[in-house]
């Protein structure tokens, strides 16, 4: 098996611009639920305005990563730099006003509300977060539905709503963990859509999915197993390295 790669783990030099900014960087990172101890000292840099992948099979440690970056594990160790700020040790509710947020898989609406309701509860936690009509026009279904209850939508409309209320917080930086899970094609399209319009706009994105649908968005992709980053992957690489994408990721 490849050993995990640690110090240097950003793409060649060639592959980034010469004003890029670092928004975030992991290094040595390990994370537990309980006595479980999950990640094994990951790194992983992410640079402004990049769509970044984590791959791997289930239980690889995917979601986990987004979670630690979050806070919101039992307890991790090693260093988070967000925007050059250490935050391993800080809480999710000051983590989350760095202009940081979070789709979960399970999308965690609020189900007796209805569209805009959902819309107008989120916090605020960084200047630029969209207005609900610029969410409308993202979103033309939650339009339609915007007096729905949340129990009253599609899984579909569910995992849209779930992206709309964290785009109208502010933030920048956007955790995204498996939000294609179980969508029809014509949902899954046009979440392809949405994340290619938010890299137009300068957001950064980390996605825990499947390579069919986040390696034509991705700038890179980092392949995690056992806790650990073993490939890093830039997007022109990902047909030529396809044979060892598949061995990695296949049961």
Known sequence: MNQPRHEDQSAAPSQIADNAEEHLCIRDLHAYYGESHILHGLNIKVWRGDVVTLLGR?????????????????????SILLNGTETVRLPPYRIARLGIAFCPEERAIFASLNVEENLMLPPIVGTGGMSVEEIYSLFPNLAERRKSQGTRLSGGEQQMLAIARILRTGADLLLLDEITEGLAPVIVERLSEVIALLKQRRYTIVLAEQPSFAAPLADRNYIIEHGQVVEEIAAEEMEEKHELVESYLSV
Do not use: E, F, M
């Not at 440690?61 to 630690?68: D, F, K, Q, V």
């Not at 970056?69 to 307890?75: E, N, Q, R, T």
């Open 58 to 78: 289930n239980g690889a440690g995917r979601s986990t990563t987004l979670r630690a970056i979050l806070g919101l594990v039992d307890k991790r160790s090693g």
